[in-house]
């Protein structure tokens, strides 16, 4: 299976998490995660964004603060040689039942109908449980939850003893104490969006 594109979400993924984020100046790299745009980029392979925004239908925020700190995202990892190929947000809060709002696939059917882009030849990372469930409701090969952000949280309400993985990218099968698998699908774990990157580049060629 050829990886032609990976998405990514933005806060506790991307940025560290600062909670209805609004000032440009808050905008911080998790470390890695440069590095894990460049080795996509030297594979061919595309990187898109895909963020929740419920601060601007909650009224904490406006669009054009997110957009701002989309445009502060985009100068620093310009600055490291890197980037994202495009970028989707919903501005919706949770009680407008929108379907760009992930779990629901409004911006994954935006991107993929722009670059022509086939669920089976992408991934998801994350650091929260809709996060899994974007890329599985998207029909993409797998969907990873990174251990930054919300990540450990997210990983206690699955069930995942995460505090020694075996590997780079560990499937939730080997890690997962609930006497069911937590969630349906191929699901992995890892540390960051760098091991993510670097376990997913792993299984390049395989099936995923």
Not at 21 to 49: C, E, M, N, S
Not at 50 to 67: A, E, K, L, M, P
Not at 181 to 206: F, I, R
């Amino acid at each position: 299976m050829k990886l032609s594109a990976v998405f990514f979400d933005r806060d506790g993924t991307v940025i560290f998490d600062r909670h209805y984020l609004k000032d440009p100046a808050g905008v911080t790299l998790i470390p890695g995660v440069a590095d894990a745009l460049r080795l996509l980029a030297d594979h061919r392979i595309d990187a898109f964004l895909v963020s929740n925004q419920s601060g601007i239908g909650r009224g904490y925020f406006t669009v054009d603060d997110v957009v701002a700190c989309q445009s502060r995202l985009n100068e620093l990892l310009q600055l490291q040689g890197t980037g994202f190929k495009d970028a989707r947000f919903c501005p919706h809060a949770p009680e407008e039942r929108c379907a760009c709002r992930k779990p629901s696939i409004g911006m994954w059917k935006s991107l993929s109908e722009k670059y022509a882009l086939e669920p089976a030849h992408c991934a998801m990372i994350g650091d929260k449980e809709e996060d899994l469930a974007f890329g599985r409701n998207s029909g993409m090969a797998c969907s990873v939850l990174v251990l930054t952000g919300k990540g450990m949280k997210t990983a206690a309400q699955l069930g995942l003893k995460v505090e020694a993985l075996s590997s780079k990218l560990t499937p939730f099968d080997q890690v997962c104490t609930a006497n069911e698998d937590p969630v349906s699908g191929k699901y992995y774990v890892a540390h960051n969006a760098l091991d993510a990157v670097e376990g997913l580049l792993a299984m390049h060629g395989s099936t995923l």
